[in-house]
Protein backbone atom coordinates (compact mmCIF):
# COMPACT_ATOMS: atom_id res chain seq x y z
CA UNK A 1 0.00 0.00 0.00
CA UNK A 2 2.71 2.36 1.01
CA UNK A 3 4.30 1.64 -2.69
CA UNK A 4 0.86 3.90 -3.92
CA UNK A 5 3.09 7.05 -2.48
CA UNK A 6 6.65 6.01 -5.23
CA UNK A 7 5.14 8.36 -7.61
CA UNK A 8 8.85 11.39 -7.65
CA UNK A 9 7.57 15.00 -8.85
CA UNK A 10 7.59 15.82 -11.95
CA UNK A 11 11.14 17.01 -14.13
CA UNK A 12 13.62 16.50 -10.59
CA UNK A 13 17.06 17.68 -10.97
CA UNK A 14 18.51 14.86 -8.96
CA UNK A 15 18.37 10.54 -10.06
CA UNK A 16 17.05 8.27 -7.44
CA UNK A 17 16.62 5.03 -8.00
CA UNK A 18 14.82 2.66 -6.31
CA UNK A 19 16.08 0.49 -3.72
CA UNK A 20 15.52 -2.91 -1.46
CA UNK A 21 17.17 -3.98 1.59
CA UNK A 22 18.28 -7.24 1.44
CA UNK A 23 20.88 -9.14 4.33
CA UNK A 24 22.61 -11.73 2.48
CA UNK A 25 21.44 -15.21 3.53
CA UNK A 26 26.09 -15.51 4.46
CA UNK A 27 25.96 -12.43 6.35
CA UNK A 28 22.90 -13.04 8.47
CA UNK A 29 24.78 -16.72 8.93
CA UNK A 30 27.71 -15.51 10.14
CA UNK A 31 25.68 -12.75 12.43
CA UNK A 32 24.05 -15.43 14.29
CA UNK A 33 27.07 -17.57 14.53
CA UNK A 34 28.72 -14.66 15.74
CA UNK A 35 26.44 -13.94 18.45
CA UNK A 36 26.38 -17.86 19.52
CA UNK A 37 29.90 -18.26 19.92
CA UNK A 38 30.24 -14.71 21.82
CA UNK A 39 31.01 -14.86 25.76
CA UNK A 40 29.28 -12.83 27.95
CA UNK A 41 31.49 -11.24 30.77
CA UNK A 42 31.33 -12.60 34.26
CA UNK A 43 29.11 -11.35 37.05
CA UNK A 44 30.12 -8.28 39.06
CA UNK A 45 28.50 -6.52 41.54
CA UNK A 46 28.14 -3.62 38.96
CA UNK A 47 26.09 -5.88 36.27
CA UNK A 48 23.83 -6.71 39.08
CA UNK A 49 22.21 -3.62 40.06
CA UNK A 50 18.90 -2.87 38.05
CA UNK A 51 18.69 0.42 38.71
CA UNK A 52 20.26 1.20 35.23
CA UNK A 53 23.21 3.15 37.12
CA UNK A 54 25.89 1.37 35.71
CA UNK A 55 24.37 0.38 32.98
CA UNK A 56 23.07 -3.00 31.54
CA UNK A 57 22.74 -5.99 33.96
CA UNK A 58 24.29 -9.13 33.07
CA UNK A 59 21.05 -11.07 33.03
CA UNK A 60 19.04 -8.60 30.36
CA UNK A 61 22.37 -9.46 27.93
CA UNK A 62 21.54 -13.15 28.32
CA UNK A 63 18.05 -12.55 27.82
CA UNK A 64 19.08 -10.90 24.76
CA UNK A 65 21.28 -13.13 23.71
CA UNK A 66 18.51 -15.56 24.25
CA UNK A 67 16.21 -13.95 22.32
CA UNK A 68 18.24 -12.97 19.13
CA UNK A 69 19.55 -16.58 18.48
CA UNK A 70 15.69 -17.70 18.99
CA UNK A 71 12.80 -15.78 18.27
CA UNK A 72 14.12 -12.85 16.60
CA UNK A 73 13.30 -12.60 13.16
CA UNK A 74 15.25 -9.89 10.74
CA UNK A 75 13.78 -11.23 7.48
CA UNK A 76 10.20 -10.32 9.44
CA UNK A 77 11.82 -6.98 9.93
CA UNK A 78 13.72 -6.60 6.67
CA UNK A 79 10.60 -7.00 4.52
CA UNK A 80 8.53 -4.12 6.67
CA UNK A 81 11.27 -1.93 5.26
CA UNK A 82 10.82 -2.85 1.53
CA UNK A 83 7.26 -2.11 2.29
CA UNK A 84 8.09 1.62 1.74
CA UNK A 85 9.28 3.08 -1.22
CA UNK A 86 13.22 3.58 -0.08
CA UNK A 87 15.24 5.33 -2.83
CA UNK A 88 19.40 6.40 -3.50
CA UNK A 89 20.68 9.00 -4.76
CA UNK A 90 24.38 10.50 -5.77
CA UNK A 91 24.51 13.87 -3.82
CA UNK A 92 27.44 16.46 -4.79
CA UNK A 93 29.35 18.66 -2.44
CA UNK A 94 31.75 21.44 -3.29
CA UNK A 95 33.97 20.31 -0.47
CA UNK A 96 34.28 16.50 -0.39
CA UNK A 97 32.73 15.12 -4.13
CA UNK A 98 29.60 13.67 -3.02
CA UNK A 99 27.58 11.36 -0.93
CA UNK A 100 25.66 8.31 -1.67
CA UNK A 101 21.92 8.92 0.40
CA UNK A 102 19.36 6.50 1.18
CA UNK A 103 15.76 7.95 1.68
CA UNK A 104 12.45 6.35 1.94
CA UNK A 105 10.06 8.42 1.24
CA UNK A 106 6.24 9.35 0.32
CA UNK A 107 5.55 11.36 -2.35
CA UNK A 108 2.52 12.93 -2.80
CA UNK A 109 0.27 14.26 -6.13
CA UNK A 110 -1.16 17.11 -4.35
CA UNK A 111 1.14 19.90 -6.55
CA UNK A 112 0.55 21.94 -2.86
CA UNK A 113 2.55 19.51 -0.42
CA UNK A 114 4.65 20.64 1.96
CA UNK A 115 8.05 18.90 1.48
CA UNK A 116 9.15 17.74 5.13
CA UNK A 117 12.76 16.29 5.86
CA UNK A 118 12.64 14.05 9.10
CA UNK A 119 16.53 13.67 10.27
CA UNK A 120 17.25 10.97 12.86
CA UNK A 121 19.97 10.94 15.41
CA UNK A 122 22.25 8.58 17.18
CA UNK A 123 22.00 5.49 18.37
CA UNK A 124 18.63 5.93 15.51
CA UNK A 125 18.08 5.23 12.27
CA UNK A 126 15.57 5.87 9.54
CA UNK A 127 13.91 3.11 11.06
CA UNK A 128 12.32 5.43 13.50
CA UNK A 129 9.90 7.27 11.33
CA UNK A 130 8.05 4.04 9.82
CA UNK A 131 5.26 3.90 12.27
CA UNK A 132 4.51 7.79 11.53
CA UNK A 133 4.76 6.81 8.22
CA UNK A 134 2.38 3.76 8.71
CA UNK A 135 0.01 6.28 9.91
CA UNK A 136 0.00 8.78 6.95
CA UNK A 137 -0.64 5.85 4.65
CA UNK A 138 -3.44 4.59 6.53
CA UNK A 139 -4.36 8.45 7.07
CA UNK A 140 -4.00 9.81 3.30
CA UNK A 141 -4.04 8.08 -0.23
CA UNK A 142 -1.15 10.02 -2.87
CA UNK A 143 -4.33 12.60 -4.19
CA UNK A 144 -4.82 13.62 -0.59
CA UNK A 145 -1.45 13.73 0.90
CA UNK A 146 -0.79 16.98 2.52
CA UNK A 147 3.03 16.35 2.23
CA UNK A 148 5.60 15.23 0.72
CA UNK A 149 7.58 12.41 3.44
CA UNK A 150 11.77 12.66 3.18
CA UNK A 151 13.17 10.31 5.64
CA UNK A 152 17.19 9.98 5.35
CA UNK A 153 19.73 7.95 5.90
CA UNK A 154 21.94 10.51 7.96
CA UNK A 155 25.31 10.80 5.67
CA UNK A 156 27.58 7.62 7.12
CA UNK A 157 24.41 6.31 8.68
CA UNK A 158 22.31 3.09 7.87
CA UNK A 159 22.28 2.66 3.96
CA UNK A 160 24.05 6.39 3.32
CA UNK A 161 27.41 6.51 2.67
CA UNK A 162 30.45 8.75 3.42
CA UNK A 163 32.26 11.00 1.06
CA UNK A 164 35.52 8.76 1.40
CA UNK A 165 37.09 7.14 3.86
CA UNK A 166 40.02 9.78 3.67
CA UNK A 167 37.79 12.41 4.81
CA UNK A 168 36.41 13.33 8.62
CA UNK A 169 32.93 13.65 8.03
CA UNK A 170 31.57 17.05 9.75
CA UNK A 171 28.09 18.02 10.73
CA UNK A 172 28.31 21.10 7.88
CA UNK A 173 28.89 18.50 5.54
CA UNK A 174 26.14 16.59 6.64
CA UNK A 175 23.93 19.82 6.56
CA UNK A 176 24.45 20.48 3.23
CA UNK A 177 24.13 16.82 2.02
CA UNK A 178 20.79 16.99 3.17
CA UNK A 179 19.74 20.31 1.95
CA UNK A 180 21.50 19.50 -1.70
CA UNK A 181 19.24 15.98 -0.96
CA UNK A 182 15.70 18.33 -0.86
CA UNK A 183 17.08 20.76 -3.83
CA UNK A 184 17.59 17.47 -5.84
CA UNK A 185 14.40 15.83 -5.46
CA UNK A 186 12.85 19.24 -6.55
CA UNK A 187 11.99 21.34 -3.28
CA UNK A 188 14.21 23.96 -3.70
CA UNK A 189 11.65 26.47 -3.47
CA UNK A 190 11.24 25.37 -0.03
CA UNK A 191 10.99 22.43 2.62
CA UNK A 192 10.53 22.32 6.84
CA UNK A 193 13.47 20.54 8.43
CA UNK A 194 12.75 18.25 11.40
CA UNK A 195 15.13 16.48 13.72
CA UNK A 196 15.76 15.44 17.45
CA UNK A 197 18.97 14.58 18.94
CA UNK A 198 21.96 14.72 15.87
CA UNK A 199 18.81 15.65 13.58
CA UNK A 200 18.09 18.64 15.85
CA UNK A 201 21.76 19.65 15.06
CA UNK A 202 21.39 19.54 11.55
CA UNK A 203 18.14 21.47 11.66
CA UNK A 204 19.44 23.93 13.59
CA UNK A 205 22.89 24.09 10.85
CA UNK A 206 19.84 24.05 7.98
CA UNK A 207 18.25 26.81 9.64
CA UNK A 208 21.18 29.34 9.15
CA UNK A 209 22.90 27.84 6.18
CA UNK A 210 20.18 27.84 3.46
CA UNK A 211 17.12 29.88 2.23
CA UNK A 212 15.55 26.81 0.99
CA UNK A 213 14.67 25.58 4.65
CA UNK A 214 12.12 27.75 5.49
CA UNK A 215 11.01 26.46 8.68
CA UNK A 216 12.07 23.86 11.26
CA UNK A 217 10.73 21.81 13.90
CA UNK A 218 12.42 19.99 16.59
CA UNK A 219 11.89 17.57 19.12
CA UNK A 220 14.76 18.28 21.74
CA UNK A 221 15.48 22.37 22.52
CA UNK A 222 18.15 24.00 24.67
CA UNK A 223 19.85 27.46 25.62
CA UNK A 224 22.40 28.66 24.05
CA UNK A 225 25.82 30.15 25.52
CA UNK A 226 24.67 33.71 25.14
CA UNK A 227 20.74 33.02 26.34
CA UNK A 228 19.36 34.63 29.32
CA UNK A 229 16.49 33.21 31.06
CA UNK A 230 14.76 33.90 34.46
CA UNK A 231 15.01 31.87 37.55
CA UNK A 232 13.38 28.27 37.83
CA UNK A 233 11.43 29.80 40.27
CA UNK A 234 8.29 30.81 38.13
CA UNK A 235 8.68 27.15 36.49
CA UNK A 236 6.59 24.37 37.61
CA UNK A 237 7.68 21.59 39.66
CA UNK A 238 7.26 19.23 36.62
CA UNK A 239 9.29 21.55 34.74
CA UNK A 240 11.99 21.71 37.57
CA UNK A 241 11.84 18.04 38.12
CA UNK A 242 12.76 17.58 34.38
CA UNK A 243 15.42 19.93 34.71
CA UNK A 244 17.12 18.40 37.46
CA UNK A 245 16.55 15.07 35.71
CA UNK A 246 18.39 16.62 32.34
CA UNK A 247 21.47 17.28 35.11
CA UNK A 248 21.52 14.40 36.73
CA UNK A 249 21.54 12.49 33.30
CA UNK A 250 24.88 15.28 32.32
CA UNK A 251 26.92 14.11 35.45
CA UNK A 252 25.92 10.08 35.33
CA UNK A 253 24.86 9.27 31.58
CA UNK A 254 26.88 11.46 29.12
CA UNK A 255 30.55 9.91 29.56
CA UNK A 256 29.81 7.83 26.26
CA UNK A 257 29.59 11.31 23.96
CA UNK A 258 32.94 12.10 24.97
CA UNK A 259 34.54 8.39 24.25
CA UNK A 260 32.50 9.32 20.97
CA UNK A 261 34.18 12.56 20.21
CA UNK A 262 37.53 11.89 21.79
CA UNK A 263 38.04 8.27 20.86
CA UNK A 264 36.08 7.15 17.76
CA UNK A 265 38.50 4.96 16.40
CA UNK A 266 39.22 2.71 19.23
CA UNK A 267 35.47 2.40 20.69
CA UNK A 268 34.49 1.61 17.02
CA UNK A 269 36.71 -1.16 16.36
CA UNK A 270 35.80 -2.44 19.51
CA UNK A 271 31.85 -2.68 19.06
CA UNK A 272 32.66 -3.64 15.61
CA UNK A 273 33.68 -7.10 16.85
CA UNK A 274 30.65 -8.71 17.47
CA UNK A 275 27.10 -7.68 17.49
CA UNK A 276 26.97 -8.90 21.52
CA UNK A 277 29.76 -6.69 21.52
CA UNK A 278 27.92 -3.65 20.15
CA UNK A 279 24.34 -4.61 21.73
CA UNK A 280 24.88 -3.73 25.46
CA UNK A 281 26.79 -0.34 24.23
CA UNK A 282 24.18 0.96 21.80
CA UNK A 283 20.90 -1.27 23.72
CA UNK A 284 21.37 0.56 26.83
CA UNK A 285 20.17 3.62 24.95
CA UNK A 286 17.47 2.22 24.15
CA UNK A 287 16.50 1.58 27.33
CA UNK A 288 17.56 4.28 29.34
CA UNK A 289 16.71 7.21 27.40
CA UNK A 290 12.57 6.41 26.86
CA UNK A 291 9.94 6.74 28.63
CA UNK A 292 10.70 3.92 31.53
CA UNK A 293 6.59 3.99 31.87
CA UNK A 294 6.04 2.54 28.15
CA UNK A 295 9.57 0.74 27.80
CA UNK A 296 10.53 -0.62 24.07
CA UNK A 297 10.15 -4.23 23.53
CA UNK A 298 13.31 -6.26 23.64
CA UNK A 299 12.84 -7.46 19.76
CA UNK A 300 12.57 -3.42 18.99
CA UNK A 301 15.82 -2.98 20.72
CA UNK A 302 17.13 -6.29 18.54
CA UNK A 303 15.87 -4.81 15.85
CA UNK A 304 17.88 -1.31 15.92
CA UNK A 305 20.80 -3.20 16.75
CA UNK A 306 20.67 -5.52 13.77
CA UNK A 307 20.63 -2.99 11.71
CA UNK A 308 23.42 -0.67 12.99
CA UNK A 309 25.49 -4.17 12.96
CA UNK A 310 24.36 -4.96 9.20
CA UNK A 311 25.15 -1.70 7.85
CA UNK A 312 28.67 -1.41 9.70
CA UNK A 313 26.54 2.18 10.96
CA UNK A 314 28.40 2.39 14.42
CA UNK A 315 32.03 2.96 13.67
CA UNK A 316 31.36 5.71 10.70
CA UNK A 317 28.27 7.45 12.81
CA UNK A 318 30.55 9.02 15.92
CA UNK A 319 31.10 12.66 13.69
CA UNK A 320 28.68 14.77 15.30
CA UNK A 321 30.32 14.03 18.74
CA UNK A 322 33.73 15.38 17.46
CA UNK A 323 31.99 18.97 17.25
CA UNK A 324 30.84 18.59 21.17
CA UNK A 325 34.88 18.11 22.14
CA UNK A 326 35.79 21.11 24.25
CA UNK A 327 32.60 23.05 23.78
CA UNK A 328 30.40 23.55 26.83
CA UNK A 329 27.25 24.16 25.03
CA UNK A 330 26.50 22.76 21.49
CA UNK A 331 25.75 26.13 20.48
CA UNK A 332 29.80 27.39 20.45
CA UNK A 333 29.52 24.90 17.58
CA UNK A 334 26.36 25.25 15.99
CA UNK A 335 24.31 28.62 14.90
CA UNK A 336 20.51 28.34 15.53
CA UNK A 337 17.62 30.48 13.69
CA UNK A 338 15.77 33.13 15.63
CA UNK A 339 14.30 34.43 12.55
CA UNK A 340 12.40 31.13 10.60
CA UNK A 341 9.47 29.70 12.23
CA UNK A 342 10.40 26.91 14.59
CA UNK A 343 8.39 24.71 16.23
CA UNK A 344 9.25 22.83 19.66
CA UNK A 345 7.92 19.12 20.89
CA UNK A 346 8.79 18.63 24.16
CA UNK A 347 9.01 14.93 25.88
CA UNK A 348 9.17 14.62 29.21
CA UNK A 349 11.84 11.90 29.16
CA UNK A 350 14.43 13.47 26.57
CA UNK A 351 17.66 14.52 28.05
CA UNK A 352 17.08 17.95 27.41
CA UNK A 353 14.37 19.91 28.34
CA UNK A 354 13.56 23.44 27.71
CA UNK A 355 10.81 25.08 29.32
CA UNK A 356 8.17 26.63 27.87
CA UNK A 357 8.53 30.20 29.54
CA UNK A 358 11.91 30.12 28.80
CA UNK A 359 11.75 28.65 25.08
CA UNK A 360 9.04 31.93 24.43
CA UNK A 361 12.26 34.07 25.96
CA UNK A 362 14.64 32.78 24.20
CA UNK A 363 13.37 32.35 20.61
CA UNK A 364 11.41 35.25 19.42
CA UNK A 365 10.12 33.08 16.34
CA UNK A 366 8.56 29.94 18.18
CA UNK A 367 5.58 29.71 16.69
CA UNK A 368 4.69 26.27 18.45
CA UNK A 369 5.41 24.18 21.23
CA UNK A 370 3.44 21.13 22.87
CA UNK A 371 4.64 19.93 26.06
CA UNK A 372 3.70 16.07 26.64
CA UNK A 373 3.14 14.07 29.44
CA UNK A 374 4.82 10.51 28.22
CA UNK A 375 7.30 9.71 25.54
CA UNK A 376 11.72 9.91 25.76
CA UNK A 377 14.77 10.24 23.46
CA UNK A 378 13.30 8.67 20.62
CA UNK A 379 9.80 10.47 20.10
CA UNK A 380 8.68 8.99 16.55
CA UNK A 381 9.14 5.48 17.77
CA UNK A 382 8.07 5.74 20.82
CA UNK A 383 4.90 8.03 20.44
CA UNK A 384 4.37 8.10 16.56
CA UNK A 385 0.81 9.31 16.88
CA UNK A 386 1.23 11.68 19.40
CA UNK A 387 4.82 13.29 17.12
CA UNK A 388 2.55 13.27 14.34
CA UNK A 389 0.04 15.32 15.27
CA UNK A 390 2.56 17.67 16.81
CA UNK A 391 3.99 17.78 12.88
CA UNK A 392 0.56 18.41 11.42
CA UNK A 393 -0.39 21.25 13.86
CA UNK A 394 2.99 22.90 13.27
CA UNK A 395 2.57 22.40 9.41
CA UNK A 396 -1.12 24.41 9.74
CA UNK A 397 0.43 27.40 11.60
CA UNK A 398 2.94 28.06 8.77
CA UNK A 399 0.04 28.24 6.12
Given at each position: MAHHFSHLPANIPGKPTP????????????FNELIRISRIGPTTWWNQQNNGQFGVTREWLIQAKSTWLGTFDWRKHEEHINTFPNYKIDVEDPEVGGFNIH????????????????MHGWPGSFLEFLPMMELLVKKYTPDTLPYHIIVPSLPDYGLSSGPTQNVE?????AARAMNQLMIDLGFGHGYV???????????RLMSTRFSECRAFHVNIL???????????????????????????????????????????ATIGLALSSSPLAMLPW????FLEWVDDREPLPLDTILYMVSFYWFTSTYPRSLYPYRALVGSDRLSAALPI?????????????????????????????????????K?????????????????????????
Open positions: FSFRVSDQDLSDFAALFSLRKDAVPIIFVTLEQAQGGDVGFMLASLNLEDEVDTTEKLSIEERQQLERAEVWQKTGSAYAFEHGTRPIGEKSKNKPLGYSAFPREQAILPKAWAEQVYPNLVFYKAHSGGHFAALEQPTTFLKDIEDFIQLLA
